[in-house]
């Protein structure tokens, strides 16, 4: 990482307030830009976000926004409404009110005097979605967009559901840390000593966990489609730069924009990140010099200047070389390359049937012990040490794998692979599940992607359609993109279960799936290699780092623990989302974050199933100041409902502000 100081353009820092909608509330917002930007005015670049610019966020945007100043640019970090110092209450996510707010503050940085009327919107995750989101409502001045890891997908690509089914993992977790997130209070030091407590009251006062609403649209309905730019490409009319990481759950949204959104204004990226920006050097690498690709991106868009970028191949994708099994990699290997066309014509389809020599039998019965899936890995690797899968023997054995022979040859795969079945199941309601591993010749197995349908919605997400058992029929599923090469001497691997735990939440009854294996097959993109264009990236470059101090944990346990109570046959999974822990920041600010996720399930019994998510996070400054929450949720299911219990408290200098609870419980129309 190289730390740059000194810049062409003079770099100032402002905090201002922001009006919106009818100007009873304004957001707060954080704004670096070149210090002579009003007599030479420059375009503005906007990140917009829940998760707190005075903290959370803040080593990050130190090392963004200012670099974007010191190139000519006015680069501005809002807090949405209800969340840090903003005013108003929290909303749902990528509710509208937070839209409408978003083209707001679009329409007013493109006013100032200091602006020229040209405005960029970038984020990662929460940003990137509703960069894109914003950027279907097409403000006029908003012009380009870089959106990373995000999707267009609400429904189907996010943290609530998976092929129609229930994400156990995040559908919980996510809505549990989003508790938390939102009972957050304002800074006195930004809204003042007077004004933060009753603020607070009032964002306490409006919470409603967001796993009640999420779990109250169990089908792909308007709620889901709200938001989710798939439903309508033509509406974005920005250039969008899509950047994802073959690590992160969000990387299909890269491969669709770039094949939906006109070929003159898109542009995608996916290396082998997890779901970080691509320049942090977090694991797994290699890290590429992701601010100057962006602001080549800029200049292009919002300066007329030709930098090159749109010369670049419609598609620049990492291809992983095989590896052997581990739950981080420093630096993956393998090569950039780079198509002009989506779909590539250099990608083939090849049709692999699973009745095969090596397929178990010619019926298979398919009935996986509830655990299975506690060697998923994170859902959203973070760069942490325990993120990735671990090897998938133990997996594997708990699934019906289909073999293929050993490889005369490489195979090189780049996209989205399908897996045809032709299966009954033995109860109404099933999951099934297919993973796609890369088998050595010592037997390690490494998992090279996944995916998941819930066969309820087998016809389509927003309906759901029981299984008549005694029925066969042909299901597909695609898989998660991705790009790899498997070796000669390998072997490559399906393997099917219908239990994925804690990554799906498992149907009340226990069911079994049939499977034919000749009549059921693997498609793969496989990509022809050739001569590539030259792709290469600058090495990564920041502006220096915030001095925050961070500290080591009081008491270190394991980011991921797995134990069994074998008399019970219970298995428990503890995992540490190891976000950031707590830290000091330079103007006195002491931030402690702790969180813990436990996912409970016995062998036999999916009604056993039991998730909860637990925070606790304190803010003091000196004497003066010293707020603590505590959030704690649950999601348990019985063969007819879900039922929820949340409970958070806030304490201010030690005195309870707030204490609320709620239980809830909603129909299993599909999950």
Request: aromatic share 10%; hydrophobic share 35%; glycine share 8%.
């Given at each position: 990482?190289?730390?740059r100081?000194?810049f ?47 903290d ?27 969340h ?21 503050v ?91 407590l ?18 109250d ?24 730069l ?13 491969l669709?924009?770039v ?19 691509p ?19 800029w ?26 099994p581990a ?7 393998g090569r ?24 178990p ?30 090897d ?11 073999d ?19 299966l009954?199941?033995?109860?109404p ?9 890369d ?12 995916g ?29 993109g ?27 009854e ?66 540490d ?13 002491r931030?402690e ?20 998510s ?12 010293d ?13 007819a ?11 201010a ?19």
């Amino acid at each position: 990482m190289r730390y740059r100081e000194q810049f062409e353009r003079q770099v100032v820092r402002e905090d201002v307030w922001i009006p919106v909608g009818d100007g009873s509330t304004r957001l707060h917002a954080r704004i670096w830009r070149p210090a002579d930007a009003e007599a030479d005015p420059v375009p503005a670049l906007l990140e917009y976000l829940p998760y707190r610019k005075s903290d959370w966020t803040a080593p990050r945007d130190a090392q963004r926004h200012p670099w974007y100043a010191g190139h000519g640019y006015a680069s501005v970090r809002v807090d949405i409404r209800g969340h840090g110092d903003s005013e108003g209450t929290p909303g749902d996510e990528y509710d509208a009110r937070e839209l409408a707010d978003g083209v707001d503050v679009v329409n007013w940085l493109a006013e100032q005097p200091w602006c020229t009327g040209r405005v960029g919107m970038f984020g990662i995750s929460w940003g990137g979605f509703n960069s894109l989101q914003i950027a279907a409502l097409a403000p006029e001045p908003l012009k380009a967009i870089v959106t990373v890891c995000s999707t267009d997908d609400r429904y189907d690509n996010d943290v609530h559901y998976t092929g129609g089914a229930v994400l156990g993992i995040d559908m919980l977790a996510w809505a549990g840390t989003m508790l938390a997130f939102a009972s957050r209070p304002p800074d006195p030091q930004v809204v003042g000593a007077d004004r933060w407590l009753p603020m607070w009251r009032e964002r306490l006062g409006s919470l409603e966990p967001f796993l009640h609403t999420w779990l109250d649209h169990q089908q792909r309905d308007d709620y889901w489609r709200h938001g989710s730019v798939c439903e309508d490409y033509g509406a974005v009319r920005a250039a969008v730069l899509a950047v994802g990481g073959w690590n992160d759950p969000y990387r299909d949204t890269v491969l669709r924009l770039v094949e939906h959104l006109p070929t003159d204004r898109v542009r995608g990226i996916v290396g082998p990140w997890s779901h970080q920006y691509p320049d942090r050097g977090l694991p797994p690498g290699p890290a590429i010099g992701f601010l100057q690709e962006t602001l080549r991106w800029w200049d292009h868009w919002l300066k007329d200047e030709d930098t090159g970028v749109m010369a670049e191949p419609l598609l620049r994708a990492w291809v992983n070389d095989p590896v052997p099994p581990a739950t981080s990699y420093d630096v993956m290997p393998g090569r950039w390359v780079g198509d002009t066309d989506r779909p590539s014509r250099r990608i083939a389809w090849c049709e692999r049937p699973l009745g095969t020599d090596t397929a178990p039998g010619p019926v298979v019965m398919v009935r996986s012990p509830q655990h299975t899936g506690l060697d998923a890995g994170r859902f959203f690797p973070f760069g942490n040490a325990s993120d990735l899968p671990p090897d998938q023997r133990e997996e594997d054995g708990r699934s019906v794998c289909f073999d293929s022979e050993v490889l005369q040859e490489r195979v090189e795969i780049l996209g989205r692979p399908r897996l045809r079945l032709r299966l009954d199941s033995a109860a109404p309601r099933a999951n099934v599940i297919a993973r796609l591993c890369d088998v050595a010749p010592d037997g390690s197995s490494t998992l090279v992607t996944r995916g998941v349908l819930n066969l309820l919605s087998r016809q389509g997400r927003d309906r759901v359609a029981e299984w008549t058992p005694g029925t066969y029929e042909d299901v597909e599923l695609e898989l998660t993109g991705i790009g790899y090469a498997f070796p000669p001497g390998h072997r490559i691997r399906v393997a099917v279960s219908d239990a994925y735990w804690p990554w799906v939440w498992p149907h009340g009854e226990r069911g079994e799936l049939t499977v034919l294996p000749a009549d059921s097959a693997l498609l793969l993109p496989v990509r022809e290699p050739g001569d590539e264009p030259q792709i290469r990236f600058e090495e990564p470059e920041q502006a220096p780092p915030l001095p925050v101090t961070y500290d080591a944990p009081a008491k270190p346990h394991p980011e991921r623990l797995v134990t069994i109570d074998v008399a019970k046959g219970e298995w428990t999974l503890e995992v540490d989302p190891n976000y950031g822990g707590s830290r000091t920041y330079p103007d006195g600010l002491r931030y402690e974050e702790s969180a813990r996720e436990t996912y409970r399930i016995r062998h036999d019994d999916p009604l056993s199933a039991r998730a909860v998510s637990e925070w606790h996070i304190r803010l003091r400054r000196g004497d003066d100041w010293d707020a603590e929450i505590m959030a704690r949720t649950e999601l348990r299911a019985t063969a007819a409902d879900f039922v929820m219990d949340s409970r958070i408290e806030a304490r201010a200098n030690g005195e309870t502000v707030a204490k609320r609870a709620w239980h809830r419980t909603t129909p299993r129309t599909s999950g």
